[in-house]
Nanobody, 124 residues
Framework: QVQLVESGGGLVQAGGSLRLSCAAS????????MGWFRQAPGKEREFVAG????????TYADSVKGRFTIARDNAKNTVYLQMNSLKPEDTAVYYC?????????????????WGQGTRVTVSS
C-alpha cells in the first residue's frame, strides 16, 4: 500500500506559478513511478506529467510541456510538480498517483494509488 497526500494548490493569477507536492508513505517509494493527473469540472481526468523510479524518464502532456516540471526526491519520499506560466485552462483538481511498477505510463488505469487531490484555480 502507498498513501499519498498532496499540497500546494491554491488561487493564482494567469502567468503565475505554483508548486505542488505529494508526500508518499508505505511501500518503497524509490522503486515506483509517480504521476500527476488533473480533472477539470465536467471533464475526464487527464495525465499531466509522470516520472519513473530514478528520474531518468519524465513524460508530459503536450498542453503543459515547457511550462510544468515534475521532479522527485526519493530521500524525502516526495514528488513535485512545478507549474509556471499558468493559464485559466490549467484550473482543475490535481491528483498525485503511484504505480506498482518502476516505469512511467500515461494511463490512469495503470496507477493503483491516488491522493485526495489539491485544487488549483487560475484566474484570468
Amino acid at each position: 500500500q502507498v498513501q499519498l497526500v498532496e499540497s500546494g494548490g491554491g488561487l493564482v493569477q494567469a502567468g503565475g506559478s505554483l508548486r505542488l507536492s505529494c508526500a508518499a508513505s508505505g511501500r518503497t517509494f524509490s522503486r515506483i513511478a509517480m504521476g500527476w493527473f488533473r480533472q477539470a469540472p465536467g471533464k475526464e481526468r487527464e495525465f499531466v506529467a509522470g516520472i519513473n523510479w530514478n528520474s531518468g524518464t519524465k513524460t508530459y502532456a503536450d498542453s503543459v510541456k515547457g511550462r510544468f516540471t515534475i521532479a522527485r526526491d526519493n530521500a524525502k519520499n516526495t514528488v513535485y510538480l512545478q507549474m509556471n506560466s499558468l493559464k485559466p485552462e490549467d484550473t482543475a483538481v490535481y491528483y498525485c498517483a503511484a504505480r506498482d511498477r518502476a516505469l512511467v505510463v500515461t494511463g490512469s488505469q495503470d496507477y493503483s494509488y491516488w491522493g485526495q487531490g489539491t485544487r488549483v484555480t487560475v484566474s484570468s
